[in-house]
């Protein structure tokens, strides 16, 4: 739960003539996470024509209208039968396809003339004038805005005239009359001024039935290519499609006398269940290493707040698991800046209602509302009413001073809880003179405390710290020479310690926030109060002072929570990831057929 699943890296040796059989084996048990960057890719003749026969089939069935299969019936099928059959089908499909589109290039005409016919109506009379038309002939179509004139202008000069008005914002239609020794004119007219014609047949009633009888014509051939080939078209889509992936999943192999090697990690309690699916070869277990890929092993509880990690970066193999120790900080901070029982109690209904639709979010929604909720019990604040509950043990406004010193106390115990976790990190991963000397060990756990400890006996006690700076020297110059011996140079190593000193003091300093928002969150709530008793007052009725405390908790909700939920994040990302995450890390995805 803390920390990431113990992986272990094994050397598989398959042998050449059955390494795809063992790589479906290996696929099947859906466990190991090949390691990518070993070996040659060796097979991509054979990739590049499984996946384009995988197109192939994947567009027939989008033309087909056919489901894809979930999964594979584990047959093999010879890939002579499957091109074969690509080929076959491909000459179906092809018509289909020509028939779809010019059934579609038939709509977009009929739906052009039935807009051209709309927006003519109070002018002409276009089927009409098609069938009396002898000696005269009608044009019609849609022409670009900025065209238009240039169309007109042009025609005009040869005696044809030109009726049109606007169709959409940036169209205009036309309806050009005409005679047949200026049809050359205005066919030339078309082309340049980008006109799309539409043929006189397209504002006949008879043409919609031709194309509906047209598209049924088109479903039933459709119906009967399916019928003839959905059986085949399937399997050989999911067959193509775990090929693929057992072809990708041998690419980063090694060639080893009549053998290929295959590297890759498992979680070391799986060895049992991953060897019972591997029949023709031998396996070599190895210690994980630094670049192994990460399973986190978070609760469900806790995992909507794994993907706001995610988001800043993966834990590298080895590393605590962040999450539960950044959603109990993330719910502290949250609930210390917004504490208020109503508007927590609002947070919860609005987590409730989002439940179905972002199931993530509304958890976290929940969560920070109960925080907000508690510390809202704490603060004795409903809405912003204060006195309502008889038992509050602090109020932000009133009680300034306290506040900020237990912000920074709330600061001091988080910054030393991840010192703390950074070197359980640390001696995991047997780093131990990181564990002693680095930044956020042993050492400096010990000086950040001392530095505090000094802070209070000058501030608070008034005491002498010439001993006390003289140990802290002693601290400071041992850390020096480690940072020295790393970079060789005391210009760096000398801005690198007072920089983490810097740091340390800044970070602490940082949790003031936490009682600054506190009291803003308290302070726009006397705002809004002084703005409500005002109107009462003016407006002479208390409507007017109930509408400004409703208007004033929804609009404190919406900027207070989101300001809120980023100085929470900062807190987390800057001041208490800072010591103990590293990141960088793989999340484990094994190879799954």
């Excluded at 696929?27 to 960057?37: Q, R, V």
């Excluded at 609005?350 to 509304?362: A, I, N, T, V």
């Excluded at 970079?487 to 949790?511: A, C, D, G, Y």
């Excluded at 404190?556 to 001041?575: C, P």
């Amino acid at each position: 739960m803390i920390f990431p699943e113990k992986m272990v890296y094994l050397k598989i040796r398959i042998p050449e003539e059955k390494i795809d059989e063992e790589l479906k084996n290996i696929g099947l048990s859906g466990l190991l996470h090949i390691d990518t960057s070993k070996g040659k890719p060796l097979f991509k003749l054979e990739e590049k024509k499984v996946e384009y026969l995988l197109k192939k089939t994947e567009k027939f069935l989008d033309i087909l209208g056919i489901k894809r299969r979930s999964k594979w019936d584990r047959k093999e099928y010879p890939m002579e039968e499957i091109q074969s059959f690509v080929l076959e089908l491909e000459k179906e499909v092809s018509m289909i396809s020509n028939l779809k589109k010019e059934i579609e290039k038939e709509e977009r005409k009929l739906s052009l003339a039935r807009d051209i016919l709309k927006a003519s109506k109070e002018y002409l009379n276009i089927p009409e004038l098609t069938k009396k038309l002898k000696i005269i002939k009608i044009r019609c179509g849609v022409i670009p805005l900025d065209n238009v004139e240039p169309f007109k202008i042009s025609l005009q000069a040869y005696g044809i005239f030109v009726v049109y008005g606007e169709i959409t914002y940036s169209s205009v239609w036309f309806a050009a009359l005409y005679t047949d020794d200026t049809e050359e004119i205005l066919n030339s007219s078309i082309t340049k001024n980008q006109a799309e014609v539409v043929p006189e047949e397209y504002f006949k009633p008879e043409k919609e039935d031709q194309i509906k009888t047209k598209s049924r014509n088109l479903e039933n051939l459709i119906n009967d290519i399916r019928k003839k080939y959905l059986n085949k078209l399937v399997k050989y889509n999911s067959y193509l499609k775990a090929k693929l992936k057992i072809i990708r999943a041998k690419q980063p192999v090694e060639q080893e006398d009549g053998f290929y090697v295959l590297w890759g990690w498992i979680p070391e309690k799986k060895i049992r269940q991953f060897k019972s699916y591997i029949k023709y070869s031998s396996v070599e277990i190895f210690p994980a290493g630094d670049n192994a890929p990460v399973l986190l092993k978070t609760p469900d509880f806790f995992k909507p707040f794994e993907k706001m990690i995610m988001g800043f970066s993966y834990p590298k193999y080895g590393e605590i698991n962040p999450t539960i120790p950044f959603a109990l900080t993330f719910l502290i901070f949250f609930g210390i800046m917004f504490g208020d029982v109503g508007h927590g109690i609002v947070l919860v209904i609005l987590g409730l209602l989002l439940r179905k639709k972002y199931p993530d979010p509304s958890k976290i929604f929940v969560l920070s509302g109960v925080s907000s909720s508690l510390f809202g019990l704490v603060y004795g604040s409903f809405f912003g009413f204060h006195g309502v509950f008889p038992f509050a043990l602090i109020s932000p406004v009133h009680n300034i001073q306290k506040l900020l010193f237990i912000s920074i106390g709330v600061g001091i115990a988080v910054l030393s809880i991840s010192f703390v976790l950074n070197i359980i990190s640390l001696y995991r991963r047997k780093k131990i003179k990181a564990l002693f000397f680095g930044e956020g060990g042993v050492l400096w756990l010990l000086i950040y405390w001392y530095i505090l400890g000094i802070l209070v006996k000058v501030i608070v006690f008034r005491m002498n710290i010439y001993y006390d700076l003289i140990l802290l020297g002693f601290l400071l110059f041992v850390v020096f020479v480690f940072i020295y011996i790393k970079s060789r140079s005391i210009t760096e190593s000398f801005i690198n310690l007072m920089r983490e000193i810097l740091e340390s003091i800044t970070n602490t300093v940082s949790f003031i926030r936490l009682g600054a928002f506190a009291l803003a969150h308290s302070t726009l709530f006397l705002a809004v109060f002084t703005v409500a008793k005002f109107l009462e007052t003016e407006k002479g009725g208390g409507f007017f002072y109930w509408l400004t405390i409703a208007a004033g908790n929804i609009f404190i909700i919406i900027l207070e929570g989101i300001i809120v939920a980023i100085q929470t994040l900062r807190l987390e990302y800057y001041e208490f990831f800072k010591r103990f995450f590293e990141g960088g890390g793989i999340p484990y995805k094994p190879f799954k057929i």
